[in-house]
């Protein structure tokens, strides 16, 4: 299990083939990369704040409680802060389990956790100036699937 | 006591931190206090709805007590991911 | 929208990292990679065998079927036929969307639907002798998900 | 007409396709057919609801047509993935 909150940016696809390498009770792996999405055309940068301390002990016991819940024999979780570039990735997530239901599922819990438990804000850096993302209905209801 | 704020909550106190000297008992009445301070407080804290509470790193209710809590956070619904 | 069926290793990490790449709509990418799992530690290799051309078009329709559905930027399906080591990657699906409801669910009915609707037979080959996996119940009962 | 057999039913029958001429209506009429010419015939259909068919590379059912139909091909249930 691993977790690192850093402003720099990392290498999915290296990290995607360091995970969970040389165990042979891994049958399906699962990644999610979040990339920093050109809204309308104006983004200028993207903006990531977080709550350093409260940050990685969040993550870690939301990445526990999917590990235990799914049995998973890996699970990567990594968030980048500060100034973000259009295209650039923000964070990734990856599971490794017996079977693919188990590793779809536990990604996707990830996912909704680590979006509206973990403490960082987005402010989005226009051509009309900035403005912080507002968290949305939907990913708080989404918490309620699970 | 650690006063914390974030995204922005910090912006419109206008600083990240500040040692707070309180007797509040629970998050709303440390609120409370906060609001009748300066009006920068007051409209960081219009919509107390709108806003979350971290009480030494985890997450807590405006009505929690803050009897040996050495560290406060308050701000916006996380976004990341 | 690519599609790949090959009896030679691919590189999930660099198939990753050259995905979707340089489009400013993607704000997620999901991705499965299925790999040879050991079950009882008597694994000596898993065969897997094709319809060539069949294989082809029907893991197109699929993917065709997903991107409209789920409005995609971009999905990428390889599968392996032929002799596969322990520990080796089978077949790796990718989708790339604006958000990551979308991305996970197409990525997830992928996997669903090639598992039971594409043409590939997996044998196992143990210390016991050789097997064809038998079809599960389940994976068939998971294509009325969608 | 050119018929394919793949997994353990090219296994049981002991080749992977052949060139079939028939005059059977449907699926189910070439399978009666094969089984009727055969031991390892009747042991690949025994069970035809363990089978799947694809006409032309497109899956179908055993009461299909066969009119025009050039490639027919049995498998069992497929295990992608």
Chains 1, 3 share one sequence.
């Not at chain 1, 995607?16 to 891994?26: H, I, K, P, T």
């Not at chain 1, 993207?46 to 990445?63: F, K, S």
């Not at chain 2, 000297?21 to 609120?31: G, K, M, N, Y």
């Not at chain 2, 709805?49 to 619904?77: K, T």
Request: glycine letters at 8%; charged letters at 25%; aromatic letters at 8%.
């Amino acid at each position: 299990m691993t977790v690192r909150v850093q402003p720099e940016p990392f290498d999915a696809g290296a990290e995607l083939n360091g995970f969970a390498q040389g165990r042979s009770d891994v049958g399906a792996i699962v990644s999610f990369t979040g990339v920093v999405r050109d809204v309308d055309g104006g983004l200028r940068e993207m903006q990531i704040e977080h709550y350093p301390g409260m940050t990685e002990a969040a993550i870690a016991g939301i990445v526990a409680q999917a590990c235990e819940r799914w049995s998973l024999a890996d699970a990567l979780v990594i968030h980048r802060h500060g100034p973000l570039a259009v295209g650039a990735p923000i964070m990734m997530v990856a599971t490794a389990a017996a079977h693919r239901v188990a590793a779809f599922e536990a990604a996707d819990f990830l996912m909704d956790y680590l979006k509206s438990r973990a403490p960082f804000w987005k402010k989005e850096v226009t051509v009309n100036g900035a403005e912080w993302v507002a968290a949305k209905d939907a990913d708080e209801d989404a918490l309620n699937r699970w | 006591m650690n006063v914390m704020y974030f995204a922005w909550v910090r912006e419109r106190i206008g600083i990240p931190h500040e040692t707070v000297d309180s007797d509040a008992a629970t998050v709303a009445d440390l609120v409370a206090e906060l609001v009748a301070r300066e009006d920068r407080y007051a409209a960081a804290f219009a919509d107390v709805s709108a806003l979350r509470v971290a009480l030494d790193q985890e997450l807590a209710a405006f009505d929690a007590p803050l009897a040996g809590v050495r560290e406060v956070a308050f701000f916006p619904p996380m976004t990341g991911g």
